[in-house]
């Protein structure tokens, strides 16, 4: 299923959640019973980890504050290291309250609403907090993150006191945004879809949604309250403030992940180095090969002119005329990576080398043919084909090492604020790739990034988007995947590399590609629509 449910499923059937494939963001996704986040460590029979109990974080903010973006950034990094996670918005429960097509009354959210407004603000809240109560405490989960308005001190100190009733720790996450600018962009970039600003220049339409939300909700008070726990993000990350976050390692480690985050807009571009001299050898630290440099070439002039039409295309549909963001490259220590970038150093962009973005360790098994591995090694071959994610051949790494090796990685990635490149072997895109799309650790060993295509990940609020990049004019014999990956099981047909996955994927052409331009092609072809209604939202 590659939609998200309705809202009146997810909010009255919190227990099923739509399974997305790697087209689709699986963030919202509920993982099946037994599977390991890709970069867990270890395991409880809770479930939970790092001895803190469960945890309740409540969002704090008006609209276009960046909450859902936030709350959602958060979710993605503690599922990835296997904490039990997950986002209950109160948007859904409200419009599956109200039925399809159906508006709140205009005093929704005035303290002193009409009887009929309180009624049906308590209906909504009630539900929601039940669906957290019967998570925490009937699906093992740990941390529950409250996604919602949560205007006033009073309201706040009462929610506190209901969930210590129920034995759990409550964190406070505010997102205060005092810069016009910020509040404008957010506006525009993210809750503007309603068909009310349909056809609006997109700053008249920012300016009036923000006036129409300072009308809606009249009363609002910044968090204060010294007994709380709370956390304070100001103006997306320019500046934090924190009161009492101490109470155990997992509210560290939340806080020092927002602290390498933001919700500013920008791209991350994934791509693979160019064929060296000696493709097949992991130990060689070869160069490019001819092939190899005129790919790096073509490549940079892709990618350059990709960021220049997306620029004037945002213009001609009515958007501000600013500068493209920087560009920064990474890559990783290895010769063809270096040299693959080297072109864009010699036109005056930033580029970084990474050395955790090492490719995967094929250990005994580099330039083994797959019969060989089979004939060596059948017991390896046979552990291998039931969890190709966490087995490691002798003296190899397993995906799972690469996940955890990449960590640091990840939260550099996460801090970054310019549009960002990255050239790295097939593996290493494959693991940052789930990460920002939050793929299954099943997903994770079978994507691929052809050579003739640059994979564009752009950060929504609600789930992030994911673009093709054609590469044009390209000899078909660079574009297969990296040929030494291990490649177990052999497919039935022959071939070298692993059938494309049932729900889709980020899988190579079957034929040798035309070489013309192709204009971008959006790989989550179905997210708008589906978020449609909740990009829009009030919460």
């Not at 009887?115 to 209906?123: E, T």
């Not at 989960?141 to 308005?149: K, L, M, N, W």
């Not at 209901?162 to 910020?182: G, R």
């Not at 920064?328 to 580029?351: C, H, N, P």
Request: charged share 25%; aromatic share 8%.
């Amino acid at each position: 299923m590659d939609t998200l449910l309705t809202a009146d499923i997810a909010a009255n059937a919190p227990r099923y959640r739509r399974k997305s494939s790697t087209f689709i963001d699986g963030i919202h996704d509920v993982p099946e019973d037994g599977d390991r986040a890709p970069a867990q460590l270890y395991s409880t029979m809770s479930g939970r980890l790092f001895h803190s109990g469960r945890i309740a974080i409540v969002m704090v903010g008006l609209p276009a504050r960046g909450k859902t973006h936030i709350a959602v950034s958060l979710a993605r990094y503690l599922q990835w290291l296997g904490v039990k996670t997950r986002i209950f918005h109160l948007g859904d429960y409200r419009r599956a309250t109200v039925g399809q097509g159906g508006h709140v009354p205009e005093d929704y959210f005035y303290p002193n609403a009409s009887p009929a407004s309180v009624v049906l603000r308590q209906k909504i809240l009630k539900k929601c907090r039940e669906d957290i109560y019967g998570w925490l405490n009937h699906e093992n989960g740990q941390v529950a993150i409250y996604d919602a308005v949560n205007p006033t001190a009073s309201g706040r100190r009462s929610l506190a006191k209901e969930f210590a009733k129920h034995d759990v720790q409550t964190l406070f996450l505010e997102s205060y945004v005092d810069d016009d600018n910020l509040l404008r962009e957010n506006a525009r970039n993210v809750k503007i879809g309603s068909p009310d600003f349909a056809n609006m220049d997109p700053d008249e339409a920012a300016k009036l949604y923000l006036e129409r939300m300072e009308t809606k909700i009249p009363t609002f008070e910044t968090m204060n309250e010294k007994e709380l726990n709370y956390i304070k993000m100001i103006n997306a990350g320019q500046t934090f403030f924190y009161n009492n976050v101490s109470f155990n390692y997992l509210s560290h480690r939340i806080v020092f992940y927002l602290t390498n985050t933001h919700i500013k807009s920008r791209a991350t571009f994934f791509v693979r180095p160019g064929t060296a001299t000696e493709e097949e050898s992991y130990k060689a630290d070869a160069p490019l090969s001819e092939e190899g440099l005129k790919y790096a070439k073509v490549m940079t002039e892709t990618v350059i002119k990709h960021r220049e039409q997306e620029r004037a295309s945002r213009v001609t549909e009515g958007g501000p005329d600013v500068p493209l963001r920087p560009l920064s490259v990474w890559s990783s220590t290895r010769m063809r990576t270096l040299q693959t970038a080297d072109i864009f150093k010699e036109l005056g962009y930033k580029v970084r080398q990474r050395s955790q973005m090492a490719q995967i360790n094929p250990g005994v098994c580099e330039r083994l043919s797959e019969r060989a591995i089979r004939r060596l090694y059948p017991e390896e071959v046979e552990k291998h084909e039931l969890d190709p994610y966490h087995h490691r051949y002798p003296r190899a790494e397993s995906y799972h090492d690469l996940a955890v090796r990449l960590e640091p990685i990840i939260l550099e990635l996460e801090r970054e604020q310019n549009d960002l490149l990255i050239i790295a072997h097939e593996s290493v895109l494959r693991v940052l790739y789930a990460y920002l799309m939050h793929c299954s650790t099943m997903d994770i060993p079978n994507l691929k990034f052809p050579r003739n295509e640059i994979i564009e990940v752009i950060p929504g609020a609600y789930q992030n988007e994911a673009k093709r990049i054609h590469i044009p004019g390209l000899d078909p014999r660079t574009v297969p995947g990296s040929p030494e990956d291990i490649r177990i099981p052999v497919p039935d047909s022959g071939a070298d590399t692993p059938a494309p996955l049932p729900g889709g994927g980020l899988s190579a052409p079957a034929v040798p590609p035309i070489v013309v331009e192709k204009p971008p092609e959006k790989v989550v072809n179905t997210a708008a629509e589906a978020v449609r209604d909740k990009i829009t939202d009030e919460d």
